[in-house]
């Protein structure tokens, strides 16, 4: 009963912070109600027993990604309105619709769920952490690594991306190049 | 009233769908890359709830994988977003048409 | 001994091949010279052969290689040399030896010199492997060889429209036979498993008579259109076109005469169902007085011998149809040999007329070009059959045929024939080298050929007047291959009389000739003279209107046909389907290129709907596994 409450509650949040985030124009609102929204749906693994993921979750998205997007954004007139598309709206209603509607007559079909065997079971009077951290340096070793090389590689991109004047190396200039650099800076920045 | 499987996948769908709707009819880039994290997260409760209905972890760590690849995503994406309104001062999608054949 | 046979084989080609490789450089005599070698080399080897054959009659039966091995069918490149082929083979090279020298002199201002012996020299190779081949197959391809090369000849000189125009007429017509020459050989392989004469032949009697007839029918059609026997006759005069050594070696000594050696080559089969030998004798005899008629008023020189050639093949069909194969062959050999000689004769006139073939506008020629003279009358009087020379041999011996056979009606058309051929004959010789110089009145001055051409004649000359001296010999060695059946008068008085008849129907014939058109009012003919006007002289003039049937009738009702189906099967649906495909796709492209605007916002929606899309493909398969059994039995009650 009370998991029931629980999902029924947090099910409504999200889809209602969701709903903002892609409606609004304000872009505030839209991040707001991510972040919001991120928050709710790690409620919903923690319901399903998913104690790690949960937190990852939070820590993840509302953490990290949100604040990156909130740094992402002080570069951009956030109080003006955003401008949305004057496109056809019944094609974005219709499509995503049924969209929705072939994934629930897929998921929802008796075809799949019959003969599924659990490759990595839980076990009994184990916490999820120690579980998943059991799982995930022994059988996902090799995933997991890639993983981090992946993350390790977006974030020098990111670095490099965002960053200025990357290909110059401050501390190896003299003094001279340096001052020329600020004064070139002043007359593109005035 | 005991909660299924069904309810958590129709769950996903909707966010999926609302996704959907954001990412076709956003034009600004970063609203964008809302809705994408939308549709990754409606994934990942998916597979959350597929776990823990058939007591598999399996589930639980492409969850996890996901969120990894979600984070490296915004990383790289931004970098490119902000690059981008350097050059061209607007983030507008309409105004992205270099590959225009 | 193989290696004659491979040398005499190959030589040809290996010379064609040389002469090929100066194909697109200016006149070099070498290209002329090193391919006459080469076909003297040929001739010497089959020389050997016949030697060889003659002297122990051993046979010679190589095979090369396996052409094609497929199931039962097994075709190798085998080759034979009997007592036939080699007759053939001796007649291929001797008068190709000799025409190839000729023509070193004949060319010797022409600018396709190197093409012309590469044609030439490749023209002999197909018709050594025509009449070597042991099979069906190895002698279609000569056949088709053949044809080929003819046709490459006949249309040499190809900026000529009527030249180009000829060569298309004569390859047509040849296909055409050959389609029926192709059913007769699969008729061959279908009923007796084999394309190897021995094996097929060995097996025919045991088929019944209707189907031998048909296998009969059908490749006699072939040879009908290689020997260029009535209907399909008018290309060879149209042949004419060609150059003058190409006349004399292919229209006259060598590949006409195919479908004779075609129709003795399958005795056996033609031995077992005499209704159609009588139908070739019948079509023989006709179409002997049928070209004698035309060639009695044509005012071509070439064009007259050709009829003549024409003529003669009947006689030969006569002959092979009656079963006299051995006395086919031999008229085949003695008619090579002096109407080769009289073609190069016409050649060196129409070198000396500078390429006027008017009989009309020369006379008196013989003063001026002793050698062509004489080599020409000789000639002549051979195909006139005049004693002791090679045509009286042979041509009397199947006038003998016919009598002996009871075959009355054959004989009196070809003794009438053997006048005609007689009259013809010498009043183109009395108009050319007799009477008076008509030729002054154009304005040309005549010179005799090279003394070479004249020499590399002279083999030809030699064997027209002494041939009929080899035919016991010839008669003892080709009889142990086809039927010996001796031809004989039985009461002697008979023979004394037909014989001696003969010699003065003909001898009367000549004296005419030469009376007729010797004279000294003989002008050119300008149509008006009263004989020109009469009816029968128009009908022959213009070939019994054939040709004219021909285009009327044929050509036109073809093309119109053509045209139908151009303008409405080919454009309207043929090309409307092509067209209405690329113009599908076209427009295809044309609309969906709006998807490529490079919008990102747009280019996502239809990313969306491609996702669309594939989850409901999902779904119908997914579907479609769930009650595959329940479609399956729908399907199979519908019937499917």
Redesign the interface.
């Known amino acids: ?1 009370f ?2 409450i629980a ?1 029924y509650l947090f ?1 409504f949040l ?2 209602a912070m ?2 903002v ?2 409606t609004t124009s304000q ?1 505030l609102y ?2 707001s109600a ?1 972040a919001a ?2 928050i709710f ?1 790690s409620a ?2 923690f319901i ?3 104690d ?2 949960g937190a ?2 939070i820590v ?2 509302s953490g ?2 949100m604040a ?2 909130a ?3 002080m ?2 007139d956030t109080t003006r309105e ?4 004057q ?1 056809n ?1 019944a ?3 219709g ?6 509607l ?8 008796p ?1 799949v769920g019959n003969n ?1 065997e ?5 076990t009994e009077g184990v916490g999820n952490t120690q ?2 951290g059991m ?2 340096f022994t059988k ?1 070793l090799v ?1 997991f690594e890639v ?1 981090a090389v ?2 390790l ?3 020098i ?6 960053g200025k004047k990357m290909d110059l190396s401050l501390t190896l200039m003299n003094d001279t190049d340096l001052m020329t650099m600020k004064e070139e800076d002043k007359k593109v920045h005035p | 009233m005991e909660i299924g499987l069904n309810h958590y996948l129709v769950l996903s769908t909707i966010l999926f769908a609302i996704g959907l709707v954001g990412v076709m009819r956003r034009k600004n880039l970063l609203m964008l890359f809302f809705a994408t994290e939308i549709l990754l997260n409606s994934v990942n409760i998916s597979f959350a709830a597929i776990s823990h209905y058939y007591g598999d972890l399996t589930g639980q760590m492409f969850a996890f994988f996901v969120i990894a690849i979600a984070a490296s995503e915004v990383a790289v994406g931004l970098g490119l977003l902000i690059v981008w309104h350097k050059k061209h001062n607007n983030i507008d999608l309409d105004n992205m048409s270099s590959m225009r054949g | 001994m193989e290696l004659f046979l491979y040398t005499a084989l190959f030589s040809p080609l290996v010379g064609s091949l040389f002469a090929a490789l100066f194909g697109a450089s200016p006149k070099t005599k070498i290209a002329g010279i090193v391919p006459s070698a080469l076909l003297g080399v040929s001739l010497i080897s089959s020389t050997i052969l016949l030697i060889l054959v003659f002297t122990t009659g051993h046979t010679l039966h190589v095979e090369m290689m396996t052409w094609m091995a497929t199931g039962d069918l097994y075709i190798p490149f085998g080759f034979v040399v009997d007592q036939v082929s080699v007759v053939m083979m001796m007649v291929v090279t001797l008068v190709s030896t000799v025409v190839h020298v000729y023509a070193v002199g004949y060319m010797d201002h022409d600018k396709g010199f190197n093409r012309f012996f590469s044609y030439l020299s490749a023209f002999v190779f197909s018709m050594m492997i025509l009449v070597m081949s042991d099979n069906f197959a190895g002698l279609f391809i000569g056949w088709e060889g053949v044809g080929l090369c003819s046709w490459l000849l006949i249309g040499f000189w190809y900026h000529k429209e009527s030249a180009s125009w000829a060569a298309n007429e004569a390859f047509i017509m040849n296909r055409i036979a050959d389609l029926g020459m192709l059913i007769g050989i699969f008729l061959v392989y279908w009923n007796t498993g084999t394309l190897q004469y021995d094996g097929a032949f060995a097996a025919m009697p045991s088929l019944d008579t209707a189907t031998l007839t048909w296998i009969g029918i059908f490749l006699f059609i072939g040879a009908m259109g290689k020997s260029a026997q009535f209907p399909l006759h008018t290309w060879l005069a149209d042949a004419m076109e060609g150059p003058t050594p190409v006349s004399a070696l292919i229209h006259a000594a060598t590949m006409v005469t195919a479908g004779v050696y075609l129709v003795v080559r399958s005795s056996p089969l033609y031995e077992l169902i005499p209704n159609v030998g009588l139908f070739i004798a019948s079509l023989g005899a006709f179409v002997a007085l049928f070209a004698a008629s035309m060639a009695l008023v044509n005012r071509d020189m070439k064009r007259v011998i050709a009829y003549s050639t024409l003529s003669q093949l009947g006689y030969m069909f006569a002959a092979a149809g009656l079963g006299a194969y051995w006395v086919a062959l031999f008229h085949l050999m003695a008619h090579a040999f002096f109407k080769a000689l009289l073609f190069l004769g016409a050649g060196n006139v129409m070198h000396a007329m500078h390429d006027e073939l008017d009989p009309f506008k020369m006379g008196g020629l013989g003063k001026v070009m002793k050698g062509t003279f004489v080599m020409m009358t000789v000639a002549s009087v051979a195909l006139a059959g005049i004693f002791p020379l090679a045509g009286f041999f042979s041509k009397d011996l199947i006038l003998e045929v016919a009598f002996v056979n009871h075959h009355y009606v054959i004989y009196a058309v070809l003794l009438f024939t053997a006048a005609l051929t007689a009259f013809y004959s010498f009043r183109l010789v009395a108009l050319i080298f007799h009477g008076e110089e008509r030729y002054k009145l154009f304005g040309i001055h005549p010179h005799e050929a090279y003394k070479f051409m004249l020499v590399a004649m002279s083999p030809l000359l030699l064997l027209a007047v002494i041939a009929g001296a080899f035919k016991a010999g010839y008669f003892d060695m080709v009889t142990q291959l086809l039927p010996d059946t001796e031809y004989h008068v039985h009461s002697a008085a008979t023979y004394w009389i037909m014989t001696i008849g003969t010699q003065l129907l003909v001898g009367f014939a000549i004296f005419y000739a030469y009376k007729k058109y010797t004279r000294r009012d003989i002008k050119v003919p300008d149509g008006t003279s009263k004989m020109e006007n009469s009816f029968a002289y128009k009908l022959l003039i213009n070939q019994y209107y054939i040709p004219y049937f021909y285009e009327e009738y044929i050509v036109k009702a073809y093309r119109e046909l053509s045209e139908i189906f151009w303008t409405k099967i080919d454009q309207k649906i043929v090309d409307g389907t092509v067209d209405g495909i690329a113009n599908i796709l076209y427009k295809t492209g044309n609309t969906t290129r709006v998807m490529q605007s490079g919008n990102l916002s747009t280019m996502l929606k239809w990313m969306v709907a491609g996702t669309v899309a594939l989850l409901s493909l999902a779904v119908v398969f997914g579907l479609a596994a769930r009650y595959s059994g329940e479609i399956k039995s729908i399907l199979s009650g519908l019937g499917v």
């Open positions: 009963m998991e029931a999902f099910a999200t889809i969701f709903y985030a892609v872009a839209a991040l991510l929204g991120m749906i919903f693994f399903l027993g998913a790690f993921l990852v979750q993840v998205y990290a990604v990156l997007y740094f992402g954004m570069f951009f955003v401008k949305e598309k496109g709206k094609i974005v209603i499509l995503s619709s049924l969209a929705a072939m994934v629930v007559v897929i998921v929802a079909a075809i599924i659990a490759i990595y079971p839980m579980e998943v799982i995930l996902y995933p993983a992946m993350l590689v977006a974030m991109a990111g670095i490099v991306l965002a």
